[in-house]
């Protein structure tokens, strides 16, 4: 089975612009987690969809906003970045259900200029 | 605010010892809790998950320990391998919530 992917990888962008990331969950799965990674605050819950619904949301400003499609698949979008938004994102898919291991992707590292 | 009182310390340990890594949570809710290893430039890879029905879990040469009445989670690796160098994560779900919170990490360096 393949594992949880994200693209792009790697992204470069300026203060103001917005970045759009993405991520397809392990085949099966239809719940997906996003996950803000920094050295200083580790890994910060961002939100959670499942069914194309968001089920849990994290403290977050309203610039970071998500998207899951009928396919599971996910993206989150981040508007009028700032420098302090430089971090690598993961994504994390799991089952439905509570309590379900979640298994991550290899993350986005994004660094804001 | 929410955290698992992990810190980001280094654990150095000589190959061939074992080694532990612990974790403090600190919301009494939780009832799930798994620990997670990040090599560098890779996301967590799940490693083993107890829940608070029990006190202790073995995988491969891993053990996971859940001490409720402290609040105490610990990791154990036996016989440390080059390869188990790299930070851990515990994580703990809050219960009926599909939350996780997880702490900052323990870096383990294996020593040759």
């Known amino acids: 089975k393949a594992g949880v992917t994200q693209t792009p990888r790697y992204l470069i962008k300026t203060r103001g612009q917005q970045v759009t990331l993405s991520c397809s969950p392990i085949s099966g799965h239809r719940s997906v987690s996003w996950y803000q990674q920094t050295p200083g605050q580790g890994l910060q819950f961002l939100f959670e969809y499942f069914s194309e619904t968001q089920r849990n949301k994290g403290n977050f400003p309203g610039r970071f906003s998500g998207r899951q499609f009928s396919n599971s698949r996910s993206e989150m979008n981040v508007s009028t970045l700032e420098l302090g938004d430089s971090a690598l994102y993961l994504c994390?898919?799991?089952?439905?259900?509570?309590?379900?291991?979640?298994?991550f992707g290899p993350g986005t590292r994004l660094l804001v200029l | 605010g929410e955290s698992v009182g992990l810190h980001l310390p280094t654990l150095s340990v000589q190959e061939g010892d074992n080694s532990i890594i612990n974790c403090a949570y600190s919301n009494s809710a939780s009832d799930y809790f798994i620990w997670y290893k990040q090599e560098s430039g890779k996301g967590p890879q799940f490693i083993i998950d107890i829940r608070s029905n029990m006190d202790k879990r073995q995988g491969q040469r891993v053990t996971v320990l859940l001490n409720k009445t402290v609040k105490h989670l610990s990791l154990q690796i036996a016989a440390t391998q080059p390869g188990d160098s790299a930070v851990y994560f515990c994580a703990e779900n809050i219960s009926g919530t599909y939350k996780y919170i997880f702490g900052t990490g323990t870096r383990l360096k294996v020593l040759a």
């Open positions: 994390a898919s799991s089952g439905q259900g509570l309590q379900e291991t979640q298994y």
